[in-house]
C-alpha cells in the first residue's frame, strides 16, 4: 500500500525567510509519480510539480524548488525568499503510473503561515 | 482557472437526503477522478471513471454512487446522507489514457470543489 506522511503539521516564518516543507513517501511500485499541490485559504487545490520516479534530478521553478531522494524516498520542497501570498495548505502526492492506478495517496499537508 | 467546473459552489441538506454533486472536466481530459476532503479523514480519493466506464474505486461508501455520461461529465450521487458525510468534495481531470504505462499523462487537475454541509 501506499503512504505518504508530512509530518509537519505548521509552519510558520517571517517573510523573506525561507521554509523547507518535508515529505516521505513508501510504495512498493518501481515506477511512480510525485506531487505537491497547494491549497489557499479560497479551498482550491493547485497543481505546483509532478515527478517521475526515474528521474531524480531536482528542479526550480522560481523561488520553488524541489529535492528529490529516492535513496531517502523523500520529495522535499522548498520556498526561497517567502512572501505572505505563500500561505496555504500544501499536499504532497503519490501515485502509481499504470492506467487505472492513478489515484493520487495524498499526506495529511503542512499548514504555512507567512508572518508579515 | 483549472479548466474543471462543479456545481454547486456550496451545498446544505439535512441528514437522510440525496444530493448530486456535478463536474465537467477540462476539455479533452477523458479521465475524472473524485475525492473527499474531510476533517478527519483528509484528501481521500472515492472513484475514478474514463470515458464513460468506472477505472477504480476507494473509499466509496455504498451510499455513494457516480457515473461518466457521454459528454464525459460526471455527477456523484451521495444518498441517505450523515453529518459525517459533510466535507468538501473535489473532482479532478487527466488526459491519462492506457498504453503509456511508465510515460502515464497524470497530472490532475482540480476543480474548485463542492463544500457539502449535512445538518
Known amino acids: 500500500a501506499q503512504k505518504v506522511t508530512q509530518a509537519q503539521t505548521e509552519i510558520s516564518v517571517v517573510e523573506k525567510e525561507d521554509v523547507t516543507l518535508d515529505c516521505v513517501y513508501e510504495t512498493r511500485d518501481t515506477t511512480y509519480y510525485l506531487f505537491w499541490y497547494k491549497q489557499p485559504p479560497s479551498g482550491e487545490l493547485v497543481f505546483l510539480i509532478r515527478?517521475?520516479?526515474?528521474?531524480?534530478q531536482n528542479e526550480i521553478s522560481g523561488r520553488y524548488s524541489w529535492n528529490f531522494q529516492k535513496s531517502t524516498s523523500s520529495f522535499n520542497f522548498t520556498i526561497t525568499a517567502s512572501q505572505v501570498v505563500d500561505s496555504a495548505v500544501y499536499f504532497c502526492?503519490?501515485?502509481?503510473?499504470?492506467?487505472?492506478?492513478?489515484?493520487?495517496?495524498f499526506g495529511t499537508g503542512t499548514r504555512l503561515t507567512i508572518i508579515p | 482557472d483549472s479548466g474543471v467546473t462543479q456545481t454547486p459552489k456550496h451545498l446544505i441538506t439535512a441528514t437522510g437526503q440525496r444530493v448530486t454533486l456535478r463536474c465537467s472536466p477540462r476539455s479533452g481530459d477523458l479521465s475524472v477522478y473524485w475525492y473527499q476532503q474531510s476533517l478527519d479523514q483528509g484528501l481521500q480519493f472515492l472513484i475514478q471513471?474514463?470515458?464513460?466506464?468506472?477505472?477504480a474505486k476507494g473509499n466509496i461508501l455504498e451510499r455513494f454512487s457516480a457515473q461518466q455520461f457521454p459528454d464525459l461529465h460526471s455527477e456523484l450521487n451521495l444518498s441517505s446522507l450523515e453529518l459525517g458525510d459533510s466535507a468538501l468534495y473535489f473532482c479532478?481531470?487527466?488526459?491519462?489514457?492506457?498504453?503509456?504505462?511508465?510515460?502515464?499523462?497524470?497530472?490532475?487537475?482540480f476543480g474548485p470543489g463542492t463544500r457539502l454541509t449535512v445538518l
Open positions: 479532478a481531470s487527466s488526459a491519462s489514457r492506457p498504453g503509456l504505462a511508465g510515460r502515464l499523462v497524470n497530472e490532475q487537475f
Open positions: 515527478r517521475n520516479s526515474f528521474d531524480e
Open positions: 502526492a503519490l501515485s502509481e503510473a499504470n492506467f487505472g492506478n492513478e489515484k493520487l495517496t
Open positions: 471513471y474514463y470515458n464513460g466506464e468506472e477505472r
